[in-house]
């Protein structure tokens, strides 16, 4: 049992280069979070997912798409990466929202030069 | 507009005192409050929670106490280890979130042998 799994762990981009971040979960969960962690900003909501097939926008959205094909797997999409985008992203899961604890995979630290 | 307030950015305790953290929160439609611990190069990981029908919630050494009319939360450490020492995030939600958690800023704790 895994967990949540993020990949890659660490990645350089231009500015103006493109990437995607994949996040897994083998809890079975159905919501799933994309959060990003900036120096004296706590974590701050990028996307979330209520289910397979669905995302919404969460506080940050600007610059990012996501895509939730499979149940286990969320993908963080940057189309054209800039310098502001620089930052920890954590990926997470929960059985619900609310009250529901959410577990976070290790991080991805993403440069943008 | 900071939802969720963490004023002190770090604490410094003495192995085997009380470390004692604290959290305050604007909105009333809040209902569900958590605590995560962090350390440096990995993914929050769950701590301790409480519903917004309750006061007080222990857990070991952990005990989170909530006071909605003065809309303010705190984690007590009894007693503090070296091991304790990280990133606390508090976080909420409720129906002024969408469900989703609202974190704040975070304090280090340091626990000094």
């Known amino acids: 049992n895994a967990g949540v799994t993020q990949t890659p762990k660490f990645r350089v981009l231009k500015t103006g280069q493109s990437m995607t971040l994949l996040c897994a979960q083998d809890?079975?969960?159905?919501?799933m979070y994309w959060y990003r962690q900036d120096p004296g900003m706590g974590l701050r909501l990028i996307h979330y997912?209520?289910?397979?097939?669905?995302?919404a926008k969460g506080e940050v959205p600007d610059g990012y798409n996501v895509s939730r094909l499979k149940k286990q797997n969320f993908l963080l999409g940057l189309e054209s990466a800039a310098p502001s985008q620089t930052s920890v992203y954590f990926c997470?899961?929960?059985?619900?929202?609310?009250?529901?604890?959410?577990?976070f995979g290790p991080g991805t630290r993403l440069t943008v030069t | 507009d900071q939802q969720v307030k963490q004023n002190s950015p770090s604490l410094s305790v003495q192995e085997g005192r009380i470390s004692i953290l604290n959290c305050d929160y604007t909105n009333s439609m809040f209902d569900y409050f958590l605590w995560y611990k962090k350390y440096p190069a990995e993914g929050p990981t769950f701590l301790i929670s409480i519903s917004s029908i309750k006061d007080k919630n222990e857990d070991g050494r952990f005990t989170v106490f909530l006071n909605k009319s003065a809309k303010h939360l705190s984690l007590h450490i009894v007693p503090s280890q070296p091991g304790d020492s990280a990133v606390y995030f508090c976080a909420a939600s409720g129906w002024g979130s969408q469900g989703n958690l609202i974190f704040g800023k975070g304090t280090k704790l340091s626990v000094k042998p």
């Open positions: 997912s209520v289910g397979e097939g669905t995302t």
């Open positions: 809890m079975n969960h159905e919501y």
């Open positions: 997470a899961s929960s059985y619900s929202r609310g009250g529901y604890e959410q577990y």
